[in-house]
């Protein structure tokens, strides 16, 4: 499910689970591992996806099945790859290489820097739409994106936008007029940070991102079981099964 290509110091992990790359259990925990090795063993790490798409999400038409210690355990694997993001110890870019909504932008919050296509390439977390409340770790880290106010109003609405409206708010940094220009982009952006003194910048790195790792310091803040328990709601469950079934009939 992960592709895994070195180019000198920098890897490049391609998330590869077509159609969509879906986040199911086995994805979340590959790409946690992928990270934690890129973290030892190179010195910048990409995260990018399928031409066009990048990554469309949780997977829904799966995990609707799943029962509640599943889904709280999925839940929780889900929050250690946002914090094994976040904790990286080297610059880590994403490539988002088309579509990017919801769980796919929400990846994307803890890296360093998010580079999309232009056209009409969608993006936004949409999780109000589907049933779903964003979590708090989930909600500081778009705030310390964009801020409070715009953070509020994308949010409540589960607004989905394009990559213009994106760059727009500061929810990505830079497009690029192609899918595979952002892969191309990120190695640019990681060989000019490397080429800082390291120690420098990896110091600076760490200060700049202190609030970042301060999200997950405190574990009874992380809200599983209140994701549970909304994910498990009446008007939660009807409002999922709706959206999987719009989406089997395509």
């Excluded at 994308?154 to 940094?173: P, Y």
């Excluded at 809200?223 to 079934?245: D, Q």
């Amino acid at each position: 499910m992960i592709e895994s290509t070195d180019h000198g110091d920098i890897r490049v992990l391609k998330l590869a689970r077509p159609p969509a790359n879906a986040l199911n259990p086995e994805l979340v925990e590959s790409l946690t591992l992928a990270l934690q090795d890129a973290s030892r063993q190179a010195n910048a790490v990409i995260v990018s996806g399928l031409p066009g798409m990048f990554c469309a999400g949780l997977d829904l038409p799966e995990l609707i099945h799943h029962g509640r210690e599943p889904l709280s355990r999925f839940w929780q694997s889900f929050l250690r790859l946002l914090k094994t993001i976040a904790h990286m110890p080297v610059p880590t870019v994403f490539a988002l290489t088309g579509h990017a909504p919801a769980g796919g932008i929400v990846l994307a919050l803890y890296g360093d820097y998010r580079i999309m296509p232009r056209g009409n390439f969608k993006t936004g977390l949409n999780e109000v739409q589907v049933g779903l409340v964003v979590p708090g770790v989930i909600h500081q880290a778009l705030v310390r994106t964009i801020g409070a106010h715009t953070a509020e109003r994308i949010l409540v609405a589960g607004e989905i936008m394009d990559s213009e409206r994106a760059l727009g708010i500061g929810l990505v940094d830079e497009l690029v007029d192609t899918p595979e220009e952002t892969v191309s982009r990120a190695m640019e952006w990681c060989q000019q940070h490397l080429q800082l003194p390291r120690q420098a910048m990896l110091t600076t790195r760490a200060l700049a991102r202190a609030d970042l790792h301060a999200l997950f310091s405190d574990s009874s803040e992380l809200g599983v079981e209140k994701f549970v328990e909304v994910w498990f709601s009446e008007s939660s469950r009807n409002t999922l099964e709706a959206v999987v079934s719009r989406l089997q009939k395509k």
